[in-house]
């Protein structure tokens, strides 16, 4: 391989690497204290009216940086909602929405950031009233992270949302097992995200050479396919993680929750005055 291959195999490696995130740009007027990872920044769609009384704080863009994946409308969005929690907003006024077209294959939001005092419903737990005063506790309960099959991927839902690696990250950082699966997958997608985007850079330089009439160099086409081979069980392997990091998760959510609802009974039993406990 020549100088100047090795030159253009460098930067278009770095090019693909740096280009692949959406771009974000923001305009902020006013914040408060960062919301934490799982609170819930809701979406207002732009038919739809902002609460009275809601505080604007400001403005978030989501654009496209001309090689970006993972852009779906949903992508999009969870990146505006972290946006919004950086500056205390739990809200998304959405203003402008380009869908996919011509021009780019990613979806494209203008948003602006609220900080909105929502009135949440309380649930409640039904008891039977007995000739006993019973009281029933409620304390909250985890929602666990859905995992949904896309063809040989997976997508993942956290309280109607859909999470990015970064966000994922963020909600199960706070159970040991699970950050401990993820961070293994962290590491291994990196090294395999790198062999597999070298790995197509140089089997498509070559192809684009011999397309434009040139003298394709078919040796690194070869080394592109031999990292793409490696970089397969790597990447699977980082997959393997994630969906047991996700696992650990849900089942500390789930153990958590069992003991979420008890009553308490006081009343008159054979035995005379007792105080009963039921979970």
Excluded at 149 to 173: H, N, P, Q
């Amino acid at each position: 391989m020549t100088k100047t291959n090795s030159f253009f195999l460098l930067v278009g490696t770095f090019m693909m690497l740096s280009s692949c995130t959406p771009r974000i740009s923001t305009s902020i007027s006013k914040n408060y204290p960062p919301l934490g990872s799982t609170q819930v920044v809701k979406v207002i769609d732009i038919d739809d009216a902002v609460p009275a009384g809601s505080e604007l704080l400001g403005e978030v863009k989501i654009g496209d940086t001309g090689i970006t994946d993972n852009c779906d409308y949903e992508a999009v969005l969870s990146d505006a909602r972290i946006e919004a929690r950086k500056v205390g907003g739990n809200a998304l006024k959405i203003m402008d929405h380009k869908y996919p077209d011509m021009m780019s294959t990613c979806h494209r939001i203008k948003a602006e950031i609220y900080k909105v005092n929502f009135v949440e419903a309380v649930p409640v737990v039904a008891t039977t009233q007995t000739d006993s005063s019973t009281r029933t506790v409620q304390a909250p309960v985890k929602d666990t992270i859905q995992v949904v099959k896309m063809g040989s991927g997976y997508r993942f839902k956290y309280k109607g949302e859909e999470l990015t690696g970064l966000r994922l990250e963020d909600v199960i950082d706070n159970n040991a097992e699970a950050a401990r699966y993820f961070n293994k997958a962290k590491g291994s997608a990196g090294f395999g995200n790198v062999l597999g985007y070298a790995g197509g850079f140089m089997i498509g330089w070559p192809i684009g050479t011999a397309i434009g009439g040139g003298k394709a160099n078919w040796t690194m086409a070869a080394i592109g396919c031999g990292l793409l081979v490696i970089a397969i069980p790597i990447v699977s392997s980082a997959n393997h993680n994630v969906l047991k990091a996700v696992n650990a998760y849900n089942q500390g959510a789930l153990t958590s929750s069992r003991n979420t609802y008890y009553n308490i009974t006081l009343g008159m039993y054979q035995s005379g005055l007792g105080l009963a406990i039921r979970f």
